[in-house]
């Protein structure tokens, strides 16, 4: 059957099955959810591309519907015809009867327009998702609603609703329960080739490699799958863990449990536990662009770890599949670290897909990290700023440490002088905030801009930086934070010593270079050679200090062979339609000599 690529599906359990029963009641009357998700039988989720979160349902032999996550209104269930179909004779909102003379050219791919609605349940408005009707009440498409329910009683003129499904015929529903016994004993066979192939990459990397082994474990599913393979190989190797110091209880808990039950060493490695905090002193929320806590709380402890536990290397068998991402996508199946000297990955699960990994897991009779029960589809740290909306809303619910951490968010953004919407709808994932989620968040009347003067900061510029450098598409970044926010238009024309500048006031950032400053202070560099980032990270440091902390002594101007710098107001002024960037001007400078020292890597 065509789900949506790539294909990566996973069990749909008690909660997620819950969910879309309780948000298809809502929609469509009470009932529905289960008329449409009747129990006993196998159900998958296959996750589709969006904004935020959305999941296809799969059962039956055929996708159902999406669940999608919308900001500001939350989860909407959008039916395909196996759906609609399921909901004859139960649905009690949410339906529109067509015209007999409309029917036939809806079935050919037409929208349906006010004058062939011949009647709208109460409370239908603009942008509800419905399923359209014919007389009989034979379900023949679904779509979104384009008027309210009084204007296609109307009848006037317009599209009442923009059909995205519509059909006579669909798949019959399976007669019978099925559970996921009869799935594992169905695809015995597929799972046992799986698993043979695995086994022997483990054992044939082991011989290649003259080194001791690892299954490196992060509580996840995957890595479970992955102890469960070198098991299977017959290696009895230890298992290593880094707590972060962000993990769920309950995943600590599972590490533990894990180990004891098969019986193997556990060495875990702790970030100090006032790194995060320090981190988040100094640079502000960790985001999707600005992931300094992956340096401070998770590679650190890795490479202290490594170092200590295994100094003349040693080969890390990790849970990396190729359908969780597209950077993962394009890695080998067995690699050198060069984060961590000596340390080579290799992934025997690499070409699976989550069904395969929870197939094995279910045929072993594993218990799995209780996160996954409760919604979520994959563990990692609490507040992890790659998290959906969707996926924070989930653990706002089930654990009280993200009270805590929105607590802190709050606190920060009211530093900064924003609102606690910033805090409170996801705004604080991405210092560069994307165009796409501010125009969502703005059809939704949700407001993230500043709402008064920023509070009082350090007056002595420093830049702090996360230890190191971490790959990224260009090669290699580094992350970093000035001690107070930057007058950024007064910064982007300074930085007109490094190069050409590109500003955007209202998102407030600039960037030159591969570099973007923030006007909160953060700094995000990237550049192919680490060497190469770590001179270019500091000729901007020095650049913005000149920019912040000149003092009008006119020495640049004068090494201005253009004409291209004047003294205004006490400071200096770039007139970029005249600078050619050669730099000449930014030292000898007394702000840089006297203001900030270098910072170290």
């Keep these: 059957m065509e789900i949506t690529p790539p294909g990566d599906a996973r069990p749909a359990f008690s909660h997620d099955i819950e969910l879309a029963r309780r948000t298809l009641d809502a929609q469509f009357g009470e009932g ?32 159902l519907g999406t669940m999608r996550y919308d900001v500001g209104r939350g989860w909407t269930f959008i039916p395909r015809m196996q759906a609609a179909r399921a909901m004859e004779g139960v649905a009690s909102r949410g339906r529109v009867v067509a015209d007999d003379g409309a029917i036939p050219f809806i079935l050919k791919g037409s929208n349906l327009l006010a004058p062939g609605v011949v009647g ?15 007389r009989q ?5 679904a779509g979104r609603s384009r008027m309210s329910t009084e204007e296609m009683s109307a009848r006037g003129r317009g599209m009442a609703v923009k059909v995205r499904w519509a059909g006579e015929e669909v798949l019959p529903t399976t007669p019978r329960k099925a559970t996921w016994e009869e799935v594992i004993e169905a695809n015995r066979t597929e799972i046992e080739r799986k698993v043979s192939e695995a086994v022997r990459f483990i054992q044939r990397v082991v011989k290649e490699h003259d080194l001791p082994a690892m299954v490196s474990f992060s509580g996840g599913k995957d890595s479970l799958a992955t102890l469960l393979l070198v098991k299977k190989a017959g290696l009895d190797i230890p298992i290593f863990f880094i707590d972060t110091g962000l993990e769920f209880p309950e995943t600590v808990q599972h590490v533990k449990d894990v180990a004891a039950r098969h019986g193997a060493r556990l060495i875990v490695e702790q970030a100090p536990r006032e790194a995060f905090q320090e981190g988040l002193r100094v640079f502000g929320p960790p985001g999707r662009d600005y992931r300094w806590c992956c340096k401070t709380n998770k590679l650190g402890p890795t490479v202290r770890a490594v170092m200590k536990h295994y100094p003349e290397g040693v080969l890390s068998f990790i849970g990396q599949r190729r359908y969780e991402s597209e950077a993962r996508a394009s890695k080998p199946r067995v690699w050198n670290n060069p984060w961590t000297p000596g340390q ?30 409760r919604g979520l589809d994959r563990i990692g ?4 700023p790659a998290s959906d909306l969707a996926e924070l809303e989930l653990v706002k619910e089930g654990s009280p440490l993200y009270g805590d951490w929105l607590e802190a968010l709050r606190s920060y953004a009211r530093s900064k002088g924003l609102p606690d919407e910033w805090a409170e709808h996801g705004a604080w994932r991405w210092r560069k905030i994307p165009q796409s989620y501010r125009q969502e968040l703005e059809s939704a009347g949700i407001a993230i801009e500043r709402i008064d003067d920023k509070a ?6 420093r830049l702090a930086l996360a230890k190191g450098v971490s790959p990224c598409t260009m090669g290699f ?19 007109n010593i490094i190069g050409p500048v590109e500003l955007n006031v209202e998102e407030g950032w600039c960037a030159v270079e591969h570099v973007t400053l923030f006007e909160e202070g953060a700094l995000v560099a990237k550049d192919p050679d680490p060497e190469a980032l770590k001179e270019k990270v500091e000729r901007i440091r020095r650049a913005v200090v000149k920019a912040e902390e000149c003092v009008g002594c006119g020495v640049c101007v004068a090494r201005c062979c253009e004409g291209a710098l004047r003294i205004e107001l006490g400071k200096i002024v770039i007139d970029d339609s005249v600078c ?18 270098a910072f170290d890597f």
């Design 32 to 63: 529905v959810g289960a008329a449409v998700l009747p129990d006993g039988h196998v159900t998958v989720l296959n996750k589709a591309p969006a904004l935020d979160r959305m999941d296809e349902i799969i059962a039956d032999g055929a996708v």
């Design 120 to 134: 709208a349940d109460p409370g239908i408005k603009p942008g509800d998702e419905i399923v359209i009707l014919d």
């Design 137 to 141: 009440g034979k379900a023949i498409a």
């Design 344 to 373: 080579v990955g290799a992934s025997p699960i690499q070409n699976w897909t989550s069904l395969h990994v929870w197939v094995l897991i279910m045929s072993e009779g594993e218990d799995a990290n209780p996160w996954y029960e």
């Design 381 to 384: 740290c609490f507040l992890c």
């Design 456 to 461: 009082a900061e350090p007056t002595a510029l």
């Design 477 to 495: 970044s580094i992350e970093g934070a000035f001690s107070r926010s930057l007058d950024l238009e007064r910064v982007a024309n300074v930085l």
């Design 580 to 597: 050619i960037h050669c730099g000449r001007c930014a030292e000898p400078c007394p702000a840089v000599t006297f203001g900030d020292s």
